[in-house]
């Protein structure tokens, strides 16, 4: 029941968007762990130009994207850095498979209980994935509720809202 409301719940919110509006600025003044323990990362260090990809293992479209996002990672690493925050995980076994799995390499975040939720700019999680496009000055250019399907869809999408040329 769990998939079928989140599926319902991307479906409307893909046809919808989500979209900033007004000033652009910094992601939340938050500090998030990285996912393997190792230290603790604040939000706003962080530089772009930068596609930030909430994800949670539990979540089907998540879960077909991280080897596309890591492939784009490979591709275009050194030019728009990608950074995975797993959000409110229910089970980080789980998430520690996925990213085994999937080979992910880059940077992964825990937001374990939800911290990101709501914090601006940063709407009221509705479904996952969203996608967070961050500029070269470290503010966020436009948030989507997406679901990647192909290197090329990333690639494209991060011209458009990042104004790159990848």
């Not at 029941?1 to 968007?17: D, K, P």
């Not at 979540?59 to 784009?72: D, G, I, V």
Request: glycine share 8%; hydrophobic share 40%; with cysteine.
């Amino acid at each position: 029941m769990r998939a079928v409301v989140a599926a319902v719940a991307t479906g409307s919110l893909l046809l919808s968007g989500c979209t900033m509006t007004g000033d652009r600025q910094p992601l939340p003044d938050l500090a998030l762990p990285e996912v393997d323990g190792d230290k603790t990362v604040g939000l706003r260090s962080l530089e772009g130009p930068m596609l930030v990809n909430l994800w949670a293992s539990w979540c089907t479209s998540c879960r077909h994207e991280m080897p596309l996002l890591e492939q784009f990672h490979q591709k275009h690493g050194d030019e728009v850095a990608v950074v995975g925050i797993d959000f409110q995980e229910t089970n980080l076994g789980s998430a520690e498979d996925l990213v085994a799995e999937t080979g992910v390499t880059y940077r992964l975040l825990l937001d374990e209980v939800g911290d990101l939720n709501g914090a601006e700019p940063l709407p009221h999680v509705q479904a996952l994935p969203i996608q967070v496009y961050v500029d070269e000055d470290g503010e966020v250019a436009y948030i989507a509720y997406q679901a990647f399907e192909s290197v090329d869809e990333i690639e494209a999408s991060v011209n458009e809202h990042l104004g790159t040329d990848l």
